[in-house]
């Protein structure tokens, strides 16, 4: 199976914004749920968000709800998540990764498929 591939990340000052982007591969991507998630260091990795297969129905962590949105563009095999008035504590490695089922799930070991990350920094 091919890997997704996030891409996006970066340096951003706290209360600013940035998009992560996920090409997915490996199955048919407009099957399957796909989902972020992130880790700090010294943590354990952490559900972010996820979304349906065809995009109906989302999930978020409490931690990011009324922040980030999760969208997805099924004709470009993308998903997409927007993060806005990002903290420091949002610093970490975003991956990006699919699972083979239609609904959202916040639990990793549901996630079969997983990208290789992409690091955001928040500064204060």
């Known amino acids: 199976q091919v890997q997704p591939v996030e891409s996006g990340g970066g340096l951003v000052q706290a209360g600013g914004s940035l998009r992560l982007s996920c090409v997915g591969s490996?199955?048919?991507?407009?099957?399957?749920?796909m989902g972020w998630f992130r880790q700090a260091p010294g943590k354990k990795r952490e559900f972010v968000a996820a979304?349906?297969?065809?995009?109906?129905?989302?999930s978020y962590a409490d931690s990011v709800k009324g922040r980030f949105t999760i969208s997805r563009d099924n004709a470009k095999n993308m998903v997409y998540l927007q993060m806005n008035s990002l903290k420091p504590e949002d610093t970490a490695v975003y991956y990006c990764?699919?699972?083979?089922?239609?609904?959202?799930?916040?639990?990793?070991?549901?996630?079969?498929?997983w990208g290789r990350g992409t690091q955001v920094t928040v500064s204060s």
């Open positions: 990764a699919s699972t083979p089922s239609r609904q959202p799930s916040p639990l990793l070991s549901s996630y079969d498929l």
């Open positions: 490996g199955r048919t991507f407009s099957s399957y749920a």
């Open positions: 979304i349906s297969w065809i995009g109906g129905s989302t």
